[in-house]
């Protein structure tokens, strides 16, 4: 499974940035498919997930300010972040791996939070200056 983000760049506070991560090799029925950040000096942070079911996830910090989606084709994940702080300056990562066929809400958050999904590609930053 190969996976390339790329949309990052420098935003002022308020602005907006849209994120891509191209996936490829992955024949997965069921999976699970994500985002997560790390800034210089903190902890990794899982931002989002989707899954088949397309149950989404999001940590409290960005909800109602990101929106993940996937395309018809599921090979071209997406983050749509707006009203960005200077808090949100971070390398954000796409991130995947196979699921269990059972319907579950919070699995795939859940893994994603400990950082258990196997694929990740190599990042993009998003820079937020105030």
């Known amino acids: 499974v190969q996976l390339a983000e790329s949309g990052g760049g420098s935003v002022q506070t308020g602005g907006s940035l849209s994120l891509s991560c191209a996936a490829s090799?992955?024949?997965?029925?069921?999976?699970?498919l994500g985002w997560l950040r790390q800034a210089p000096g903190k902890e990794r942070e899982a931002v989002v997930t989707i899954d088949n079911w397309n149950i989404t996830t999001y940590a409290d910090s960005v909800k109602g300010r990101f929106t993940i989606s996937l395309d018809n084709a599921q090979t071209t994940l997406y983050l749509q972040m707006s009203d960005l702080s200077p808090e949100d300056t971070a390398m954000y990562y796409c991130?995947?791996?196979?699921?269990?066929?059972?319907?579950?809400?919070?699995?795939?958050?859940?893994?994603?939070?400990?950082?258990?999904?196997?694929?990740r590609g190599q990042g993009t930053q998003v820079s937020v200056s105030s």
């Open positions: 090799g992955y024949t997965f029925r069921h999976y699970c």
């Open positions: 991130a995947a791996d196979q699921a269990p066929p059972q319907r579950s809400d919070n699995y795939c958050y859940a893994v994603l939070f400990r950082d258990e999904l196997n694929y």
